[in-house]
C-alpha cells in the first residue's frame, strides 16, 4: 500500500512530515492485570482444625482414663477372688503333697531296704533345714 492511501496525503516529502499515529491505552485505562496469587479459601480454617483435634484427642483420653478405671476394678476384684480361694486352694495342694510324699517315702523305703543304716525320708544334705519341693511334683520318675 502506497503512502497515500493510508495517510490520505498525496506523498511524503519528510518522514517529520508524517503524522503521528501512537496506539494508547483505551478511553478509561486498561482493566487492572492480576499478578497476585489469590488461593481460594476452601475447608475449615486452622483454628477450626485445631480445635476439632484437640477435641477428639481430649475425648479419646478421657475413654482412655474412664477404661483404666474400669480395668482397674476389674484387677482388684480378681485380687479379691484370688485371695479368697487361697486357703482352700492351699488345703488341696498340702492334701496333693502330703499324698505324693507317703508314695515318695514308699518307694524309697522300697529301692533302699537292703542299705544298711538307711534311715527313710531322713534328708541327705544335712541342714537342719525343711524345704519344700520347688516342682509340683516330688518324683515324676516314681509313680
Do not use: C
Request: glycine share 10%; net charge positive.
Amino acid at each position: 500500500m502506497t503512502e497515500s492511501l493510508v495517510r490520505n496525503k498525496p506523498g511524503m516529502a519528510s518522514v517529520k512530515d508524517m503524522p503521528l499515529l501512537q496506539d494508547g491505552p483505551p478511553p478509561g485505562g486498561f482493566a487492572p492485570v492480576r499478578y497476585a496469587r489469590r488461593i481460594p479459601s476452601k475447608g475449615p480454617s486452622a483454628i477450626a482444625l485445631f480445635l476439632t483435634t484437640f477435641g477428639a484427642f481430649s475425648w479419646g483420653m478421657y475413654q482412655v482414663g474412664q477404661g483404666n478405671k474400669v480395668r482397674r476394678a476389674l484387677k482388684e476384684e480378681k485380687i479379691a477372688a484370688r485371695s479368697a480361694i487361697l486357703p482352700m486352694l492351699q488345703a488341696e495342694e498340702d492334701e496333693r503333697f502330703v499324698k505324693e510324699w507317703k508314695k515318695y517315702l514308699e518307694e524309697e523305703a522300697r529301692i533302699m531296704k537292703n542299705v544298711p543304716g538307711w534311715k527313710v525320708g531322713e534328708s541327705v544334705y544335712n541342714s537342719g533345714k525343711w524345704m519344700p519341693p520347688a516342682t509340683g511334683e516330688l518324683r515324676p520318675e516314681v509313680w
